[in-house]
């Protein structure tokens, strides 16, 4: 059940990060050119659409998106790591659609997280939402949901600048 609520959570996180790449694609254009990737606005809009696509199916129906979108965590874990290592100049990651939202090790630790949790509904082929609940649980559920995606991206955006001003007041 953990896994479920992280796994949809992520998901929900994905899809809406898809949708900020469809409408600003510049951050993640320009740190995946920062990090020596293939990049254009095409691209990271395509990477936004696959995005979308994966989160919706993965929270419809589970199956093969689900590991499309493990795929999708792994690969930005990748991508943090390297930036991280490499210290490269990136304002922002690409993923919430900001300049001001660098790689972080949080960024790193929730894409594995996620990736660990969609790996294991793969692995138990079970999809992130039961939607044989009663219609009050499954409210409730995608209630938290939604709340999950919306503290995570407070916890990845919100929270480094906090503690930026923290430490620089």
Known sequence: MVAQAVAAIALGLLGASGVVKLIDPDPTTGAMGAAGLPSSRSLSRSLGLFEILTAIVALSVGGAAVIAGAGLYASFAAFTSFALYKRLPIQSC???????????????GY???????????????????????????????LGFATIGVYASYLLMARLPQLLELARNP
Not at 94 to 108: A, Q, S
């Open 94 to 108: 690409g993923c919430f659609g900001r300049d001001d939202t660098p790689p972080t090790r949080l960024h790193l």
């Open 111 to 141: 894409n594995v997280v996620a990736c660990v949790a969609l790996l294991a509904l793969a692995v138990l082929d079970v999809a992130p939402i039961d939607w044989s609940l009663s219609p009050v649980e499954l409210g409730l559920y």
